[in-house]
């Protein structure tokens, strides 16, 4: 078998180690024969957008030795070489404008003093500008530009406005350098996770063509159904053996947690970090939450207490729903499309249909917000989780409340909002982590309830109310429980012959009180 390339975001160095390279030398291709020359892609981090800028660069070094048995291999003119400047904008130094400034620049030196150039400029832009000069000069032919992770630096700051402020116009300034140098430049690549500020750090480099939701393109990264099985058949195979499962289960099981991301609603492909960690471990683990989702995006959703990207089903957006992030105004649902916590699961019209993605994102967000709301650490939430669910699953509710109360005791004062709707959403969020189908805010024809969780022949009809002091728990409870009888919200479950309980729960801050009925 072939090595995994897990680390590997070299093409050379994977090729030269012999890993696993899914081909996506077809799309770099399309894009050399589409007329266009400056583009700009926005994935998740993770992703492979490295990787796909180092192929494209060894491809214009014309190092065709390594395309061997690759779509591109006998497809174009290796002796059209290029000079290229690849930068890498994360890791760079950002607790100062000034210290941003000198990291940029010094990569820049760096770079030039490999080519056996010598710059003497100071500031990114002017560096810039002088090495694609010289580059043009010194190799009589035109530059190639690859920047990968635009947005890192920005990202890194973004709890600090005033500081973002300026390095986002040191990078205007940086990037207008590359419309100036047109007329020497071939090829014009960019990468980031994000678009915010892509308006106000773009506004001198308007003629990149954005290929993020561009349905020729919507598996230039990650890997679709077809490259999963025909470049990790073995793997797949091991992993089937190991779990005592058959190559048909265990591809399903595998999509069930990895697949599902689209840019299009038609082409959706595995995450390709996952995928990798998973044929190296052979566990099925959040293995790309932890580190390839921003914190700043997580932080950012706990603050505005919105946590509606998680709960939310489906969300519905107009097609430009992404373009107008800006560092002053800040979408919630934008942000989680770009950074891979939502995706487009289908077109509807002129609008997109948005959904998590996977298991990984859904068990990771929900343990990520309910052990930060209820100030526990994720093994104890999990742990507390894995309780509710087997009380339910065995109908023992004293045991699933007595963990519930484990679970919410400790929210902290900032997290707690005098409300039903906040303590609705930690349940919903509860569930999301327990893997247990929980639908919330449920319609029948006599109104709706407020959750139904549905697990192997057995429902659960609860009703659930926010008590404003511990003193009106009982009365609340009450309440919950008339509300559920009354409106009969059971019926549509007792007509398909599952057993059903009544359970109606009265919450206040620190306290959680429960009635549970078997319905008869």
Same mark, same amino acid.
């Given at each position: 078998?072939?090595?995994?390339?897990?680390?590997?975001?070299?093409?050379?160095?994977?090729?030269?180690?012999?890993?696993?390279?899914?081909?996506?030398?077809?799309?770099?291709?399309?894009?050399?024969?589409?007329?266009?020359?400056?583009?700009?892609?926005?994935?998740?981090?993770?992703?492979?957008?490295?990787?796909?800028?180092?192929?494209?660069?060894?491809?214009?070094?014309?190092?065709?030795?390594?395309?061997?048995?690759?779509?591109?291999?006998?497809?174009?003119?290796?002796?059209?070489?290029?000079?290229?400047?690849?930068?890498?904008?994360?890791?760079?130094?950002?607790?100062?404008?000034?210290?941003?400034?000198?990291?940029?620049?010094?990569?820049?030196?760096?770079?030039?003093?490999?080519?056996?150039?010598?710059?003497?400029?100071?500031?990114?832009?002017?560096?810039?500008?002088?090495?694609?000069?010289?580059?043009?000069?010194?190799?009589?032919?035109?530059?190639?530009?690859?920047?990968?992770?635009?947005?890192?630096?920005?990202?890194?700051?973004?709890?600090?406005?005033?500081?973002?402020?300026?390095?986002?116009?040191?990078?205007?300034?940086?990037?207008?350098?590359?419309?100036?140098?047109?007329?020497?430049?071939?090829?014009?690549?960019?990468?980031?996770?994000?678009?915010?500020?892509?308006?106000?750090?773009?506004?001198?480099?308007?003629?990149?063509?954005?290929?993020?939701?561009?349905?020729?393109?919507?598996?230039?990264?990650?890997?679709?159904?077809?490259?999963?099985?025909?470049?990790?058949?073995?793997?797949?195979?091991?992993?089937?053996?190991?779990?005592?499962?058959?190559?048909?289960?265990?591809?399903?099981?595998?999509?069930?947690?990895?697949?599902?991301?689209?840019?299009?609603?038609?082409?959706?492909?595995?995450?390709?970090?996952?995928?990798?960690?998973?044929?190296?471990?052979?566990?099925?683990?959040?293995?790309?939450?932890?580190?390839?989702?921003?914190?700043?995006?997580?932080?950012?959703?706990?603050?505005?207490?919105?946590?509606?990207?998680?709960?939310?089903?489906?969300?519905?957006?107009?097609?430009?729903?992404?373009?107008?992030?800006?560092?002053?105004?800040?979408?919630?649902?934008?942000?989680?499309?770009?950074?891979?916590?939502?995706?487009?699961?289908?077109?509807?019209?002129?609008?997109?249909?948005?959904?998590?993605?996977?298991?990984?994102?859904?068990?990771?967000?929900?343990?990520?917000?309910?052990?930060?709301?209820?100030?526990?650490?994720?093994?104890?939430?999990?742990? @507390?989780? #894995? =309780?509710?669910? $087997?009380?339910?699953?065995?109908?023992?509710? *004293?045991?699933? /409340? &007595?963990?519930? %109360?484990?679970?919410?005791?400790?929210?902290?004062?900032?997290?707690?909002?005098?409300?039903?709707?906040?303590?609705?959403?930690?349940?919903?969020?509860?569930?999301?982590?327990?893997?247990?189908?929980?639908?919330?805010?449920?319609?029948?024809?006599?109104?709706?309830?407020?959750?139904?969780?549905?697990?192997?022949?057995?429902?659960?009809?609860?009703?659930?109310?926010?008590?404003?002091?511990?003193?009106?728990?009982?009365?609340? @409870?009450? #309440? =919950?429980?008339? $509300?559920?009888?009354?409106?009969?919200?059971? *019926?549509?479950? /007792? &007509?398909?012959? %599952?057993?059903?309980?009544?359970?109606?729960?009265?919450?206040?801050?620190?306290?959680?009180?429960?009635?549970?009925?078997?319905?008869?």
């Amino acid at each position: 078998m072939r090595k995994l390339p897990i680390g590997v975001q070299n093409f050379v160095e994977l090729v030269e180690k012999e890993c696993v390279y899914v081909d996506k030398t077809i799309y770099i291709y399309q894009l050399l024969q589409s007329g266009a020359s400056s583009f700009f892609l926005s994935r998740p981090r993770r992703f492979g957008k490295s990787l796909l800028l180092s192929t494209m660069k060894a491809i214009f070094e014309g190092k065709r030795e390594l395309f061997e048995g690759l779509y591109i291999y006998d497809k174009i003119n290796w002796e059209d070489q290029h000079p290229v400047v690849h930068l890498d904008m994360s890791g760079l130094e950002t607790r100062s404008a000034e210290k941003f400034e000198a990291s940029v620049s010094f990569r820049l030196h760096s770079m030039a003093e490999r080519a056996g150039i010598a710059l003497s400029a100071s500031s990114p832009g002017d560096c810039l500008y002088e090495l694609i000069e010289k580059l043009y000069v010194k190799t009589d032919n035109r530059v190639v530009v690859l920047i990968d992770e635009y947005d890192k630096p920005i990202q890194d700051i973004l709890h600090k406005p005033d500081l973002a402020a300026e390095i986002r116009e040191i990078l205007r300034n940086f990037y207008t350098v590359i419309k100036l140098k047109a007329e020497q430049l071939h090829f014009v690549f960019l990468t980031g996770v994000s678009k915010i500020s892509q308006v106000s750090i773009f506004s001198g480099l308007n003629n990149l063509k954005d290929l993020t939701l561009d349905e020729n393109y919507a598996a230039i990264c990650g890997y679709t159904q077809i490259e999963l099985e025909a470049n990790f058949k073995e793997y797949i195979g091991q992993l089937a053996a190991k779990d005592s499962l058959s190559k048909e289960q265990t591809l399903i099981k595998i999509k069930y947690w990895y697949n599902g991301y689209s840019w299009d609603g038609e082409t959706f492909v595995y995450n390709p970090y996952s995928s990798l960690l998973l044929f190296d471990s052979d566990k099925y683990l959040a293995h790309w939450f932890r580190t390839g989702t921003p914190t700043f995006l997580l932080e950012l959703m706990e603050q505005r207490r919105d946590f509606s990207p998680v709960l939310a089903e489906s969300i519905t957006v107009d097609q430009e729903f992404s373009d107008s992030q800006t560092l002053e105004r800040m979408d919630t649902v934008p942000l989680f499309f770009q950074t891979g916590c939502l995706t487009i699961k289908k077109r509807v019209g002129e609008k997109y249909q948005l959904e998590i993605p996977n298991q990984e994102v859904k068990l990771s967000l929900s343990n990520f917000l309910l052990s930060r709301l209820t100030d526990r650490a994720e093994y104890e939430v999990k742990n @507390l989780v #894995e =309780g509710i669910r $087997q009380g339910l699953e065995q109908e023992d509710l *004293e045991a699933a /409340i &007595r963990d519930l %109360r484990l679970l919410f005791a400790h929210i902290t004062y900032d997290s707690h909002l005098p409300y039903e709707a906040h303590y609705h959403a930690l349940l919903q969020l509860t569930l999301l982590l327990m893997g247990i189908p929980g639908r919330s805010e449920v319609h029948t024809d006599k109104g709706r309830t407020d959750m139904v969780i549905q697990l192997p022949g057995l429902t659960y009809i609860i009703g659930l109310k926010y008590a404003q002091s511990p003193e009106l728990l009982e009365a609340a @409870l009450a #309440e =919950g429980m008339d $509300q559920i009888k009354r409106k009969r919200y059971y *019926e549509p479950e /007792i &007509r398909k012959g %599952r057993k059903v309980w009544l359970l109606a729960l009265a919450i206040t801050q620190g306290q959680i009180t429960y009635r549970a009925e078997p319905y008869t």
